[in-house]
Each structure stands twice: as structure tokens, then as C-alpha cells.
């Protein structure tokens, strides 16, 4: 059985892994709220059923996604998150597959208490990371 969203903002990274882990796109995307923007490659946020398309790419490689949180700065019922995360292994045909990042993300607790992705950019770091909103 899979853990609950988070209570904690800095669970949120964990939670993510555990279910991009399992493969259930269906349960990867109850950690977004409703209209988060997703943002698959620096530039380009999505939202809706184009951002769960281009994170169904990332889950179709089939392979584990490792996170490792650096900071989480909190106020209110929002949170900065800024999470390093690999996904590293070899795809269904056989290829090396080595992607990498320094997340910045904001996740905001709900009126349930729970924390979901707002903004998910896995690349913030990257150059040309900044750009348009969905």
C-alpha cells in the first residue's frame, strides 16, 4: 500500500518517488493540485492533460526515480522545495538512460492538510529554466 500525500512539506519528494516508484500514473498525479503547472524541460510549464502526458514520459522508461531533498523553506501554506533526483538505468530496448536534476519546486497544503506539487520543475536549475507559465 502506498503512503499518504504528505502532512509535511518535505515529504512531498518522498511521497513522489514512491509513487512514480510504483509506475501509477494515476497515483502520481494525486500529488499535484488541481492546475499545478509541470514543467518537463527548461521553458516549457504545462498544465493539466498536457503536464500529466509529459510526466507519463518519465514514468514510461520504466525505471526508479531517486530524490534527495537539499532545502525546504516553508511559510504559511506554502513551501520552496529544492530537491536533487536522478532517474539512471537501461530502458525496455536496452539503452543507458541518465537523467538528472536540481528540482525547484512549490508545493501548497490543501484543505484536506495535505502538500501537493503547485509548480513541479524538475530542471529549475538548469539554464533557460526560467520562461512562461503554462
Same mark, same amino acid.
Given at each position: 500500500?502506498?503512503?499518504?500525500?504528505?502532512?509535511?512539506?518535505?515529504?512531498?519528494? %518522498? !511521497? #513522489?518517488?514512491?509513487?512514480?516508484? @510504483? $509506475?501509477?500514473?494515476?497515483?502520481? *498525479?494525486?500529488?499535484?493540485?488541481?492546475? %499545478? !503547472? #509541470?514543467?518537463?524541460?527548461?521553458? @516549457? $510549464?504545462?498544465?493539466?492533460?498536457? *503536464?500529466?502526458?509529459?510526466?507519463?514520459?518519465?514514468?514510461?522508461?520504466?525505471?526508479?526515480?531517486?530524490?534527495?531533498?537539499?532545502?525546504?523553506?516553508?511559510?504559511?501554506?506554502?513551501?520552496?522545495?529544492?530537491?536533487?533526483?536522478?532517474?539512471?538505468?537501461?530502458?525496455?530496448?536496452?539503452?543507458?538512460?541518465?537523467?538528472?536534476?536540481?528540482?525547484?519546486?512549490v508545493a501548497r497544503r490543501g484543505e484536506d492538510g495535505r502538500w501537493r506539487y503547485a509548480v513541479d520543475n524538475p530542471f529549475g536549475v538548469k539554464p533557460g529554466a526560467g520562461g512562461e507559465s503554462g
Amino acid at each position: 500500500m502506498m503512503r499518504q500525500l504528505a502532512e509535511r512539506p518535505e515529504d512531498v519528494p %518522498a !511521497v #513522489f518517488a514512491e509513487r512514480f516508484n @510504483s $509506475g501509477d500514473a494515476e497515483a502520481v *498525479a494525486e500529488v499535484y493540485e488541481s492546475g %499545478a !503547472v #509541470f514543467v518537463p524541460e527548461p521553458g @516549457s $510549464g504545462l498544465t493539466g492533460r498536457d *503536464a500529466r502526458a509529459a510526466n507519463e514520459r518519465f514514468l514510461s522508461l520504466g525505471l526508479p526515480i531517486d530524490v534527495r531533498p537539499r532545502h525546504v523553506y516553508t511559510t504559511g501554506d506554502i513551501a520552496l522545495l529544492i530537491v536533487d533526483w536522478t532517474i539512471d538505468g537501461t530502458d525496455g530496448d536496452g539503452h543507458p538512460v541518465h537523467i538528472e536534476g536540481t528540482a525547484t519546486d512549490v508545493a501548497r497544503r490543501g484543505e484536506d492538510g495535505r502538500w501537493r506539487y503547485a509548480v513541479d520543475n524538475p530542471f529549475g536549475v538548469k539554464p533557460g529554466a526560467g520562461g512562461e507559465s503554462g
